[in-house]
């Protein structure tokens, strides 16, 4: 039973260039939740999807960044045309409601 | 707006010492706590406290929940230097139905040999 997998791990991205990070829940976790961890800093949340909604997207920035939890398929978080201020690592989380999230590793993103 | 709050914001002790840290909310449609520990890369899950189960224990850790005064400590007896990590809390809440999950900044606990 593979736990929550996200790739890729490490991605570099010149500035005005687009991100992907893909995150895939733990098998039968229809929940899924997206933070972003800047430096010196605790984890903020994001967005919160289920299979083909976006139940809260609250704490995503209003432009550039979008998140999709398609119905076959991973959760993918998109940042468009990044900037140094995007770096940061991203988290992304599963669950079923009233059971502890697991977390995936991680994807560092760097922009230079 | 949900807020989840720990202290102190980060803390140095010597091996043996014993650690207290805390964290208090305010959310609506409060349903759980739960504690992660963060070394280099992903949290890992500590316990989660909720109204029927307001206090755990896993060896030398130890996690009361108060849901009057909104707030929980996780306690550390026997620090080790394996120990040092980032500490967080989160506060799982009612949206209908559906859940959220808000976190805190989290506690940097150094232990020193």
């Known amino acids: 039973n593979a736990g929550v997998m996200q790739n890729p791990r490490h991605l570099v991205r010149r500035r005005g260039q687009e991100a992907r990070l893909r995150c895939s829940p733990m098998k039968g976790h229809s929940h899924v939740y997206w933070y972003r961890q800047l430096p010196e800093e605790g984890l903020k949340f994001m967005v919160y999807l289920q299979k083909e909604n976006i139940i809260d997207e609250s704490g995503m920035p209003k432009e550039r960044f979008s998140a999709e939890f398609p119905k076959e398929g991973p959760s993918i978080l998109r940042i468009q045309q990044v900037v140094r201020g995007d770096s940061a690592a991203y988290f992304c989380?599963?669950?079923?409601?009233?059971?502890?999230?697991?977390f995936g590793q991680g994807t560092r993103l760097t922009v230079v | 707006e949900d807020k989840v709050v720990q202290s102190p914001l980060s803390l140095v002790v010597h091996e043996g010492d014993t650690v207290t840290l805390n964290c208090s909310y305010e959310v609506t449609n409060f349903r759980s706590l739960l504690w992660y520990k963060q070394e280099k890369k992903a949290p890992t899950f500590l316990f989660m406290l909720t109204s029927s189960g307001i206090e755990k224990k896993s060896g030398r850790l130890s996690s009361i929940l108060d849901k009057k005064e909104l707030s929980s400590i996780l306690n550390i007896t026997a620090t080790q230097t394996g120990d040092s990590a980032i500490y967080l809390c989160a506060v799982e809440a009612l949206t209908g139905a559906n859940s959220k999950l808000t976190f805190g900044k989290g506690i940097t606990l150094s232990v020193r040999p």
């Open positions: 989380a599963s669950s079923t409601p009233g059971q502890k999230a697991f």
